[in-house]
């Protein structure tokens, strides 16, 4: 599977809120690492509860879909390389709603590539924002 195949078929099932989906592409254990926080996700059942929390949060601020703006490959080997990439999520509307940057460590497995480690540059502090402004609005109506 080539990258750009790999990224929008995650995006497609991003957006449609498919975490089960979702979590195939990642490969267990999977190291996530955050600005301020580090985290080995050992089994899927946890993924799919942290992905579920994601999408939750972009959801309710209102995004309608997620797509890869940019990617840049840093290949070590043939069966493992990093990526980094720039997200862009859009409102149900269309409008840009934030973007975020985002490096994987992928795997190439059975012939598909799998998600072995993310290191999420900015995500977690946008999403706050994102949750924090829905809060907000939710309060004021």
Known sequence: ????EFLQDYALAFSAGDVEEVANFYDMPLSMIHPTTSA???DRERLIDQLTAI???YAAAGMGRVRATSAEEVG???GMGMLNVRWA???RGG???TTVATTYVLRHR?????IAGVIAHNEAERR???ALASRRARSTR
């Not at 599977?1 to 750009?4: E, H, L």
């Not at 059975?110 to 799998?114: A, I, K, N, P, Y």
């Open 1 to 4: 599977m080539r990258v750009s």
């Open 128 to 130: 706050g924002a994102l």
């Open 110 to 114: 059975d012939g598909q590539l799998r």
């Open 76 to 78: 070590f080997d043939d």
């Open 89 to 91: 999520l859009y409102r």
């Open 55 to 57: 999408h939750d949060v």
């Open 95 to 97: 409008g840009l709603m």
């Open 40 to 42: 080995l996700v050992t």
